[in-house]
């Protein structure tokens, strides 16, 4: 399979529960990132990743715990989330983080619920 | 930190008119601002982008151009089509970085046959 692809594409927990969402990435990227989408408010960054060093953490709160194993793969994992946290989460990934080669490539998204 | 102003929010033409989504930023390091489209329920694919050094850009239908010293960047869609319907989001680079990028909040456009 090509291109960026997340798992779940849908999921719902409770505020206690311990999930994590999944990104792959099979375009030889050395970048990647999540963004959060909720609605009427604009694509936000939370994290990005470089040659598996997290190089940004866009003052995201603790219950959101990003890991990069391998330049391929990109985790997200959710503990103790809020309501508020209910949103579309986006995977992305990049040829790498420096101009010319920082053109985003978005997966098709975890669409979560917090209940 | 960086602020991205788009608008409007919501825009309707007929099909065979032009569309121009404006967006404003805030951050005068910023050096990078590419243009997303997102048709319903997809991901947001890149459709155009445009760097500091360059005031105008054209692909086809579309153009993007940029206005440093006024701190504003357009999207023209011309010939629009039933497909151009999307939310379209601008972006700025933020930061001094490459990759940091502030989105807009974005333009649902809709080209009505």
């Known amino acids: 399979e090509t291109g960026v692809t997340q798992t779940p594409r849908h999921l719902v927990m409770g505020m206690t529960n311990k999930k994590s969402l999944k990104c792959e990435q099979h375009?030889?990227?050395?970048?990647m990132y999540w963004y959060k989408q909720s609605a009427k408010k604009p694509l936000e960054l939370m994290f990005v990743y470089s040659l598996e060093e997290r190089v940004e953490n866009n003052s995201v709160p603790s219950r959101f715990s990003p890991e990069c194993p391998n330049s391929s793969h990109l985790f997200l994992h959710l503990h103790t989330l809020q309501p508020e946290d209910s949103a579309l989460y986006l995977c992305?990934?990049?040829?790498?983080?420096?101009?010319?080669?920082?053109?985003?490539?978005f997966g098709a998204g975890s669409r979560l619920t917090v209940l | 930190g960086e602020n991205v102003e788009q608008h409007p929010s919501t825009l309707s033409v007929q099909e065979g008119d032009s569309a121009v989504i404006k967006c404003t930023y805030s951050d005068s390091a910023s050096n990078y601002f590419p243009w997303y489209k997102q048709e319903l329920g997809k991901r947001p694919q890149l459709i155009i982008d445009?760097?500091?050094?360059?005031g105008e850009k054209k692909d086809q239908r579309i153009a993007v151009t940029l206005n440093k010293t006024a701190k504003h960047f357009s999207l023209h869609i011309t010939e629009t089509q039933p497909e151009d319907s999307a939310v379209y989001f601008c972006a700025a680079s933020s930061g001094g970085s490459n990759y940091k990028l502030t989105f807009g909040k974005g333009t649902l456009l809709t080209v009505n046959p």
């Open positions: 445009i760097r500091s050094n360059v």
């Open positions: 992305a990934s990049s040829q790498d983080t420096q101009a010319g080669a920082n053109v985003l490539t």
């Open positions: 375009l030889g990227h050395n970048a």
